[in-house]
């Protein structure tokens, strides 16, 4: 056996969900918003003490194998804030940062208004974290940004767990940190931020150095970044990074390096080269090693660790235990006995909920098929015994996953035989629309739409009265046609409002819908939802993602109901509203037993259906979402082709069969345009609307340069901030967009939907909308 002194624990996981089981800092955190709690902090004490507690029940006992990963609203803010790396509109906030106690009253104020915006000065942006749900607020890096060590509250928070002997802190590491930078406004064209390289280093230095004098013994640095190659730095100067990093941070304090969310064996041999503790290896998204890679880190990981993350973090379908068991055993062999092998997860558990234990509601067989959190460490638990000890050590465990896999194989509606049968018929004229000028022509004559239409992504804000009916009528205190009446009288009130305020494409602003995406699967056979499975989204910000778990068919119209009646109110032209395949699957947990192609069809053929029954009710609009198609983007160049002909073909599919005349909308929000443009185009919607605002409109050259013809409504009103856009904001942002795009082409509207923001500030937004589309009617004119 190996006399290794590593110092990273033989069973771990690489982060937990830090919203609370209960939503607590959610509902702490809007309430520090408003002004009604200061004591946020005690909140996040109590939270991580008794997340400390919980996670060394479960049996994560050994030193250092309870991560420290809290944060209040976002782990890359946190190194944002901890190297004072703000653009110049924050100075003042950098100067609070620097001043302040990290976790006072005044620096989370700071903190949260560089999150959220703050009268005129916008906010960070927000981005999709790899090709997760979870949104990070982007760093925005120039060659004159102030970078330093102002302080960091994680290290209050080692101290605050009351259990230092088992936490590790995690830190975003800080070539991912770069590598997911955007240039600063004011930054030279072409500039990356990667060129601050040594800047930040210096920086992390300060806090690794503080970590250590706190009582840390070793650190977890996450840089999944370095797993995609869809980087404009040259590889070679990334490696070269990697070294220069790890060469110095590692040895400060023993250090553990993750590369989650895919594979990167490159790295794992530059990283061999320093005097890293350990490499952690995702074997769910990435590659299992290959005998080569693993003779070669034999004898230069000597003496070291690999951990592999073979639990995932991102799905909640149990473990094969015995499949996890034999992979284990056999990288393990092929290492020696010179390197450590532990197990731990793919990722972070922040992508999961909680505990499944608690889903009473759910059909006990189905729930036998998941894990949540909590049951995905007693995975770990266990495959880390058996691995040390033998199958004999978790007879039990074993039994209860052989089970399990059984049972969800063996059930009638994990395959249903006419649902096969309908997406093998599939062909490629089920696909296709025809040509987009004739659709364009049709559509002008049937809908007569003014220049620069305006229009909005969908919802509206989701009141308390919504939300109480909502829940009422759950728990059988509201029949339904006293619920029915109340959202109809919602959508009255919605349509009325855009009627007044002057918008030209009219939403009925789905008051009946709870999600975009569980509504549909509420709607949908194949799906089960849940009642505590919380995820974190971005900020407070949770959704509850619906499990696929089976074949999808669609009983009866979804939307149609609440559409028709909508229409029936006015004699504007309405939009119905849809949520396409993609984004149900990437906001859903998803069945990996079969392709994800196949599932992607199948959603496709149930919204065909929904499309044809829409326009039978006289809807001339349809829009179907797609907000995820860039999240979902692999992040290796090498599968993309694969990825954009399932993703792509399905929006086809559900949509191919639309009349001419009707005009079919789509939306993608936190998307890298000059990323995914080909894709879009691919998609052939009438118009796309995009998320815009934020970036102040970073699109337009690549709309530009790909010379995109169809209609476009890249977003002038940032909906994730609490901030009211002016007329003179917007009419800058239109101004922009006409830059790029023929004035036929534009369409005016929010970067996304309404749902989370409040009535006074929506109407006051709106308003200004449409006064600056108005405005820029007339210069055109």
């Given at each position: 056996?190996?006399?290794?002194?590593?110092?990273?624990?033989?069973?771990?996981?690489?982060?937990?969900?830090?919203?609370?089981?209960?939503?607590?800092?959610?509902?702490?955190?809007?309430?520090f918003?408003?002004?009604?709690?200061?004591?946020?902090?005690?909140?996040?004490d109590?939270?991580?003490?008794?997340?400390?507690?919980?996670?060394r029940?479960l049996?994560?006992?050994?030193?250092?194998?309870?991560?420290?990963?809290?944060?209040y609203?976002?782990?890359v803010?946190?190194?944002?804030?901890?190297?004072?790396?703000?653009?110049?509109?924050?100075?003042?906030?950098?100067?609070?940062?620097?001043?302040?106690?990290?976790?006072?009253?005044?620096?989370?104020?700071?903190?949260?208004?560089?999150?959220?915006?703050?009268?005129?000065?916008?906010?960070?942006?927000?981005?999709?974290?790899?090709?997760?749900?979870?949104?990070y607020?982007v760093?925005?890096?120039?060659?004159?940004?102030?970078?330093?060590?102002?302080?960091?509250?994680?290290?209050r928070?080692?101290?605050?767990?009351?259990?230092?002997?088992?936490?590790?802190?995690v830190?975003?590491?800080p070539?991912?940190?770069?590598l997911?930078?955007?240039?600063?406004?004011?930054?030279?064209?072409?500039?990356?931020?990667?060129e601050?390289?040594?800047?930040?280093?210096?920086?992390?230095?300060?806090?690794?150095?503080?970590?250590?004098?706190?009582?840390?013994?070793?650190?977890?640095?996450?840089?999944?970044?370095?797993c995609?190659?869809?980087?404009?730095?040259?590889r070679d100067?990334?490696?070269?990074?990697?070294?220069k990093?790890?060469?110095?941070?590692?040895?400060i304090?023993?250090?553990?390096?993750?590369?989650?969310?895919?594979?990167?064996?490159?790295?794992?041999?530059?990283?061999?080269?320093?005097?890293?503790?350990?490499?952690v290896?995702?074997?769910?998204?990435g590659?299992?090693?290959?005998?080569?890679?693993?003779?070669?880190?034999?004898?230069?990981?000597?003496?070291?660790?690999?951990?592999?993350?073979?639990v995932?973090?991102?799905?909640?379908?149990?473990?094969d235990?015995?499949?996890?068991?034999e992979?284990?055993?056999?990288?393990?062999?092929?290492?020696?006995?010179d390197?450590?092998?532990a197990?731990?997860t793919s990722?972070?558990?922040?992508?999961?909920?909680h505990?499944?234990?608690?889903?009473?509601?759910l059909?006990?067989?189905?729930?036998?098929?998941?894990?949540?959190?909590?049951?995905?460490?007693?995975?770990?638990?266990?495959?880390?015994?058996?691995?040390?000890?033998?199958?004999e050590?978790?007879?039990?465990?074993?039994?209860?996953?052989?089970?399990?896999?059984?049972?969800?194989?063996?059930?009638?509606?994990?395959?249903?035989e006419?649902?096969?049968?309908?997406?093998?018929?599939?062909?490629?004229?089920?696909r296709?629309?025809?040509d987009?000028a004739?659709?364009?022509?049709a559509?002008?004559?049937?809908?007569?739409?003014?220049?620069?239409?305006?229009?909005?992504?969908?919802?509206f804000?989701?009141?308390k009265?919504?939300?109480?009916a909502?829940a009422?009528?759950?728990?059988?205190?509201?029949?339904?046609?006293?619920?029915?009446?109340?959202?109809?009288?919602?959508?009255?009130?919605?349509?009325?409002t855009?009627?007044?305020?002057?918008?030209?494409?009219?939403?009925h602003?789905?008051?009946?819908?709870?999600?975009?995406?569980?509504?549909?699967a509420?709607?949908?056979?194949?799906?089960?939802?849940?009642?505590?499975?919380?995820v974190q989204?971005?900020?407070?910000?949770c959704?509850?993602?619906?499990?696929?778990?089976?074949?999808?068919?669609?009983?009866?119209p979804?939307?149609?109901r609440?559409?028709?009646y909508?229409?029936?109110?006015?004699?504007?032209?309405?939009?119905?509203?849809?949520?396409?395949?993609?984004?149900?699957?990437?906001?859903?947990f998803?069945?990996?037993?079969?392709?994800w192609?196949e599932v992607?069809?199948?959603?496709?053929?149930?919204l065909?259906?929904?499309?044809?029954?829409l326009e039978?009710?006289?809807v001339?609009?349809?829009?179907?979402?797609?907000?995820?198609?860039?999240?979902?983007?692999?992040?290796r160049s090498?599968?993309?082709?694969?990825y954009?002909?399932?993703?792509?073909g399905?929006?086809?599919?559900?949509?191919?069969?639309?009349?001419?005349?009707?005009?079919?909308?789509?939306?993608?929000?936190?998307?890298?345009?000059?990323?995914?443009v080909?894709a879009?185009?691919?998609?052939?919607?009438?118009?796309?609307?995009?998320?815009?605002?934020?970036?102040?409109?970073?699109?337009?050259?690549?709309?530009?340069?790909?010379?995109?013809d169809?209609?476009?409504?890249?977003?002038?009103?940032?909906?994730?901030?609490?901030r009211?856009?002016?007329?003179?904001?917007?009419?800058?942002?239109?101004?922009?967009?006409?830059?790029?795009?023929?004035?036929?082409?534009?369409?005016?509207?929010?970067?996304c939907?309404?749902?989370?923001?409040?009535?006074?500030?929506?109407?006051?937004?709106?308003?200004?909308?449409?006064?600056?589309?108005?405005?820029a009617?007339?210069?055109l004119?």
């Amino acid at each position: 056996m190996s006399n290794s002194t590593s110092q990273f624990p033989l069973a771990s996981i690489l982060g937990y969900p830090r919203i609370g089981p209960n939503r607590e800092l959610k509902f702490a955190l809007e309430s520090f918003w408003h002004g009604e709690n200061n004591d946020l902090a005690a909140t996040a004490d109590e939270l991580r003490v008794k997340r400390t507690r919980r996670l060394r029940d479960l049996g994560l006992e050994e030193a250092g194998a309870i991560p420290e990963d809290f944060s209040y609203y976002d782990q890359v803010l946190d190194i944002i804030t901890a190297l004072g790396a703000v653009p110049e509109r924050f100075a003042p906030e950098r100067k609070v940062l620097a001043d302040s106690e990290p976790e006072s009253t005044e620096s989370l104020k700071a903190q949260f208004t560089i999150a959220r915006g703050e009268g005129d000065r916008a906010a960070l942006s927000l981005m999709k974290w790899l090709d997760s749900n979870y949104h990070y607020l982007v760093p925005e890096i120039g060659p004159d940004t102030e970078i330093s060590y102002l302080g960091s509250k994680r290290v209050r928070a080692i101290a605050t767990t009351k259990d230092a002997a088992r936490t590790r802190p995690v830190l975003v590491g800080p070539l991912t940190f770069l590598l997911l930078a955007s240039a600063a406004d004011n930054a030279p064209e072409g500039y990356e931020p990667f060129e601050r390289l040594d800047d930040v280093l210096a920086g992390y230095k300060g806090l690794v150095e503080d970590l250590k004098a706190n009582g840390a013994t070793l650190v977890q640095f996450d840089e999944p970044a370095l797993c995609s190659d869809r980087h404009t730095v040259a590889r070679d100067r990334i490696l070269d990074g990697v070294a220069k990093v790890y060469g110095e941070l590692a040895e400060i304090l023993p250090t553990a390096v993750a590369l989650s969310y895919g594979h990167a064996e490159d790295v794992v041999d530059v990283l061999a080269k320093t005097k890293v503790d350990t490499v952690v290896l995702d074997l769910v998204r990435g590659c299992e090693p290959g005998e080569a890679d693993l003779n070669r880190w034999a004898e230069s990981y000597a003496g070291r660790t690999i951990a592999l993350g073979i639990v995932s973090g991102r799905n909640i379908w149990r473990t094969d235990l015995d499949e996890a068991l034999e992979t284990l055993r056999r990288i393990k062999k092929n290492l020696g006995d010179d390197v450590r092998v532990a197990v731990t997860t793919s990722t972070s558990l922040q992508h999961v909920p909680h505990d499944v234990s608690r889903e009473e509601s759910l059909d006990p067989q189905i729930r036998s098929w998941l894990a949540f959190a909590d049951q995905k460490v007693e995975e770990v638990v266990a495959l880390a015994k058996g691995l040390a000890e033998g199958d004999e050590a978790i007879e039990d465990a074993l039994s209860d996953s052989r089970a399990a896999a059984t049972s969800r194989r063996e059930h009638p509606g994990v395959k249903v035989e006419e649902v096969r049968k309908a997406t093998a018929a599939v062909t490629d004229d089920d696909r296709n629309r025809g040509d987009y000028a004739e659709r364009k022509a049709a559509q002008d004559e049937a809908l007569k739409l003014p220049l620069l239409p305006t229009t909005t992504i969908g919802s509206f804000p989701q009141t308390k009265e919504i939300r109480a009916a909502r829940a009422a009528h759950r728990r059988g205190e509201l029949s339904t046609a006293d619920y029915e009446a109340a959202m109809e009288k919602e959508i009255h009130d919605v349509i009325r409002t855009q009627e007044e305020i002057g918008v030209d494409v009219l939403v009925h602003g789905e008051a009946e819908r709870n999600d975009m995406v569980q509504y549909f699967a509420e709607h949908l056979n194949g799906f089960v939802t849940t009642t505590h499975g919380w995820v974190q989204s971005y900020g407070s910000r949770c959704t509850r993602p619906s499990i696929l778990w089976g074949d999808v068919t669609r009983p009866e119209p979804i939307t149609v109901r609440w559409s028709g009646y909508a229409a029936s109110l006015t004699d504007r032209v309405v939009k119905g509203m849809l949520t396409g395949p993609v984004t149900i699957m990437a906001w859903s947990f998803v069945r990996e037993d079969i392709p994800w192609g196949e599932v992607a069809d199948q959603l496709g053929l149930c919204l065909r259906d929904e499309v044809r029954d829409l326009e039978a009710a006289g809807v001339q609009v349809i829009q179907v979402d797609e907000p995820a198609i860039r999240e979902l983007l692999p992040l290796r160049s090498t599968e993309e082709t694969e990825y954009l002909r399932w993703s792509v073909g399905s929006f086809r599919l559900a949509t191919g069969s639309a009349a001419k005349e009707t005009s079919i909308h789509t939306h993608l929000c936190y998307s890298d345009f000059a990323t995914v443009v080909d894709a879009i185009d691919r998609l052939d919607a009438d118009v796309t609307s995009i998320e815009a605002s934020r970036s102040r409109m970073a699109v337009l050259p690549a709309i530009a340069e790909h010379g995109f013809d169809r209609g476009l409504g890249p977003g002038v009103w940032d909906i994730h901030s609490p901030r009211v856009p002016s007329v003179e904001e917007i009419s800058e942002l239109i101004d922009r967009a006409l830059d790029a795009l023929a004035p036929e082409q534009l369409w005016v509207n929010p970067d996304c939907g309404l749902k989370t923001r409040g009535w006074e500030e929506t109407s006051a937004s709106l308003k200004n909308l449409v006064e600056a589309a108005k405005a820029a009617r007339e210069k055109l004119s």
